[in-house]
């Protein structure tokens, strides 16, 4: 009978089994940016390790809960995995809600904060120069590298025209933002509705009776010791 113990074990089982993957997805992910050159010094690496890391101990937590029917287990699974519900559904919403003015403003200071190496790198994969333009005012260093190389490409790919040079930056990534943040928004609202249901699951499961479970028995004598 699905709904009952036995069904109600297996599917929290398979759901923490789920998490596991997820989270071994997200640190090779995080692994992977560090170890690259574009994204490794960005802070979200960091962001996406931790969460990881994280998600992956609330697993083997519900694992170990749902394995035993451990009481204790499960309760502070449920309380961590809606606290986690509440953070992860209010991120999500507020990546989905923000608008270009307030990506770009994210951007820009993401753009100040990276070193002129990773600049360069952008500027080479994007084929653009600076961030929102290439004025640079009087008694100030540009906060970009030289645009030499790429305005080359740039003037290749626009046979050649004259006065030809390549767009800033934030014109070509305007898209590729919004689709990041529409992307992890929705991503995370979807594995947050997960938690919910999980934590609904680890509630029905921990209150309901183990059928295999057997009470104990004295094993003494059925007799009167006071004659």
């Known amino acids: 009978m699905c709904g009952g113990f036995t069904c109600s074990k297996n ?7 789920l998490y596991v993957v997820v989270a071994s997805i997200l640190i090779s992910v995080a692994v992977y940016g560090q ?35 451990h009481q204790v287990m499960l309760f502070f699974y449920m309380v961590i995995l ?9 991120v999500a919403c507020a990546c989905l809600a923000v608008n270009s003015d307030q990506q770009e403003t994210l951007a820009q200071q993401g753009w100040k904060k990276v070193n002129m190496d990773v600049k360069e790198q952008v500027q080479e994969r994007f ?3 600076g961030f929102q333009s290439r004025i640079v005012p009087v008694n100030a260093t540009a906060d970009y590298p030289s645009c030499d190389l790429v305005d080359k490409i740039c ?11 390549c767009e800033p930056c934030m014109e070509k990534l305007k898209e590729t933002i919004d689709y990041a943040f529409k ?5 995370g609202l979807f594995f947050s509705f997960t938690e919910l249901f999980a934590v609904w699951l680890a509630r029905r499961y921990r209150n309901q009776p183990d059928p ?4 104990p028995h004295a094993i003494f004598p059925r007799k009167n010791y006071l004659y």
């Open 82 to 90: 809606f606290l986690l519900f509440l953070v992860q559904f209010s």
């Open 127 to 129: 084929q653009c120069c």
């Open 212 to 215: 295999n479970y057997k009470e």
């Open 183 to 187: 992307l992890c928004g929705g991503i």
């Open 155 to 165: 003037c290749n790919n626009m046979n050649n025209l004259p006065n030809c040079q």
């Open 35 to 69: 170890a690259s050159s574009v994204v490794g010094n960005l802070p979200i690496v960091g962001g996406i390790l931790a969460c990881g890391v994280f998600l992956i101990l609330i697993s083997l937590l519900g694992l170990a809960g749902a394995v035993k029917h």
């Open 11 to 17: 599917a929290l089982i398979a759901l923490n089994v």
